[in-house]
Structure formats: C-alpha cells, structure tokens
C-alpha cells in the first residue's frame, strides 16, 4: 500500500555541496576537489523513514542520505532511489556537470610595471592566455582602469585613448557554465612620446 498522508515526502531533489555553497539546479561540480551530493526531502520530518541509494548507470555507489564524490573520481551518481519502509520506491535521474575552472595565464602585455611610450592616438597592445581543460567556449571581459570590455573569445586587443599617467587593467575569464578565474590587476605607465613635447 502507498504510505499514508502524513507520512509523504512532497519533494525529494538531489544538491550538491561544495565549496561552501548549494546548487540545486545545474548541480556543478569542480573535479578537482571534493563534493557531495545531498538528497533534500520536503517535509524533513520524514527523512529518518527513508533509504536513499545513489548509482552510476547500474553500479550503487552508496547508501545513505548524503553522497561524497572524491577528487578527480571518475564515478559519479546519476540516479537516486530513494524506499519509505512500505519497500515504495522513488527513482530520481539527474546529471551533474564536472566542470573545471578556466585559468589565465600569468603572463601578459604590459606585464606589471611596464612603461610604455604613446600619444592618446597610439594603439596599445593588450594580451593574455586562457585555457579550459573541457575545451569550453571562453568568453574574457578586459577591464582597463574603469571600464570594462566585453571582448569574447579574443585574447589580444588594442586599445588606444590613453593619457599620460599610471593605468592598470586585468582580465577575467568565463565559461559556458558561469565559471570564471581572473588576473590581478597590472599597473603600467603611459609617458609622451617626443612627438608630445613638440
């Protein structure tokens, strides 16, 4: 027989715990560190009355309520059953992404403490590298004092209007699922080209 009222779980959805921070809807994951997949039951009171049971295809991974997935483990979760003492059973699909952070890197141009000689009109070369280990679509933001450029998938610009006087700028990257790594800032020095002081 089905349980009786008082005793139905109204939901039962799967989250994942990482880094300090729940995300129930896409259910991302950095491989390279440790996560843990939660089953969460509505209403709590009846989550004691419950056997939770966490598969890869067909393989059971684990038997509790809670699901740690080690580093760089190559098994992970993709169905929950979940059984009320009646033996009724709940199956819950899910995919969870494994997703790396992009990274940029260290080396770029200007590099920190570069002093460059250019009129306002002088094109300045702006570059960096990036690379995603998933071979993700980049997208990379330039932000040069207080603005901000939306250059997409570029790595190398040009950018001219710049007074004499100490700049800085630096570069964030993202990828198709929100996650991003970005440079510290890095100072440089715009002084007159002799063509300025004629």
Do not use: C
């Not at 939770?52 to 080690?70: A, I, K, R």
């Not at 940029?104 to 460059?116: F, H, M, Q, S, V």
């Not at 510290?184 to 300025?196: C, L, N, R, T």
């Amino acid at each position: 027989d089905a349980p009786n009222s008082s005793n139905r779980a109204n939901s039962i959805s799967v989250h994942v715990l990482q880094y300090g921070s729940t995300d129930s809807t896409l259910l991302k994951i950095n491989p390279a560190d440790t996560a843990t997949l939660v089953a969460v039951v509505e209403p709590k009171s009846i989550e004691s009355d419950l056997k939770f049971y966490w598969y890869n295809e067909h393989d059971l991974l684990g038997s509790s309520q809670s699901y740690t997935v080690p580093p760089s483990s190559s098994s992970i979760p993709n169905k929950l059953v979940v059984v009320d003492n009646e033996d009724n059973s709940k199956t819950i699909l899910f995919t969870t992404v494994s997703n790396s952070a992009p990274i940029l890197g260290k080396a770029t141009i200007p590099t920190k403490g570069d002093t460059i000689n250019a009129t306002e009109s002088t094109p300045i070369l702006f570059q960096w590298t990036s690379y995603d280990s998933h071979d993700d679509k980049l997208t990379h933001v330039l932000q040069i004092d207080s603005t901000s450029y939306n250059v997409g998938s570029f790595t190398k610009v040009y950018q001219s209007g710049f007074q004499a006087g100490e700049h800085s700028f630096r570069v964030i990257v993202t990828d198709s699922y929100g996650v991003s790594d970005s440079l510290p800032w890095v100072k440089f020095m715009i002084v007159g080209s002799q063509e300025d002081a004629k």
